[in-house]
């Protein structure tokens, strides 16, 4: 079930382009920063960033160490809320909501693939895809259509019943998304998503991406790591705390990146 789409916000003092969302628009952020207090200093971890990304869109955050990319992806995966600015989910604005409400929304409208893949190391794979819908409330017998549906479709039909230590690491991350697909959110949100993984298994998890970008799905990779995000269509890239650039990526200009 999706988030009521609400309607554009109007132009502000505060923020003279925060014209809201647009239609087909999934991610949009006005001015967004996060600012840290650590003993009598403040830490500007995101400086007004200002994002627009669209249903359907592949997309990478990159940045090194330290340059924001991962505080930026807990405030779009509603993990945390901003000290300043605004960001609208699917139509609807998650930057004041509270704790309880943010975990709604992320178990709703967003799908998390993690480098260490956070299974339950005594769940098969069927019960680990299965967890968000228990959380929500799905009777059972629907809950496990749904999680063996989504097995499948990842190529795991045949490891529903084995824990992740009797898997790979490239079968473990496609459990894990596969648990990220089955609430049929409205992005996946991947933190590093081959991290773990060697160069030949990182190919074929990459690949799976692209699978699930063609059938429509809205997709943000966040990484370090420049040949990653160029598997994407366009890239993102953060320094100190800003938006350095925002371009196609090198599939589609068909040359290299500089980051």
């Known amino acids: 079930m999706a988030i009521e789409t609400l309607a554009p916000v109007q132009p502000t003092t505060e923020f003279p382009n925060a014209d809201g969302p647009h239609p087909g628009d999934v991610i949009v952020t006005s001015n967004l920063w996060k600012t840290y207090v650590m003993g009598d200093q403040q830490v500007n971890a995101l400086r007004g960033v200002n994002l627009r990304i669209k249903h359907?869109?592949?997309?990478?955050?990159?940045?090194?160490?330290?340059?924001?990319?991962?505080?930026?992806?807990?405030?779009?995966?509603?993990?945390d809320s901003p000290s300043k600015g605004s960001y609208w989910l699917n139509g609807h604005d998650v930057s004041k909501l509270?704790?309880?409400?943010?975990?709604?929304?992320?178990?709703k409208e967003i799908g998390f693939v993690f480098q260490t893949f956070n299974l339950l190391a005594?769940?098969?794979?069927?019960?680990?895809?299965?967890?968000?819908?228990?959380?929500?409330?799905?009777?059972?017998?629907?809950?496990?259509?749904?999680?063996?549906?989504?097995?499948?479709?990842?190529?795991?039909?045949?490891?529903?019943?084995?824990?992740?230590?009797e898997l790979s690491g490239g079968q473990r991350q496609r459990v894990a998304i596969a648990r990220a697909l089955v609430n049929s959110p409205s992005i996946i949100l991947a933190d590093e998503p081959t991290g773990n993984l060697d160069s030949k298994t990182s190919v074929e998890i990459m690949g799976l991406f692209d699978t699930l970008h063609a059938k429509g799905n809205t997709i943000v990779v966040v990484t370090h790591e420049p040949d990653i995000a160029e598997y994407a269509h366009r890239v993102i890239t953060i320094r100190d705390g800003s938006v350095a650039s925002d371009q196609p990526s090198s599939r589609i200009t068909g040359q290299k990146l500089s980051h």
């Open 98 to 107: 509270n704790d309880d409400e943010l975990a709604r929304i992320r178990n």
């Open 56 to 79: 359907g869109e592949y997309v990478a955050i990159m940045g090194p160490s330290g340059s924001g990319k991962s505080t930026l992806m807990n405030l779009i995966g509603c993990l």
């Open 122 to 165: 005594r769940a098969t794979s069927l019960h680990n895809v299965e967890l968000p819908l228990i959380y929500n409330g799905t009777p059972a017998a629907e809950r496990t259509a749904r999680a063996r549906a989504v097995l499948e479709s990842v190529n795991l039909g045949s490891r529903m019943m084995h824990k992740p230590n």
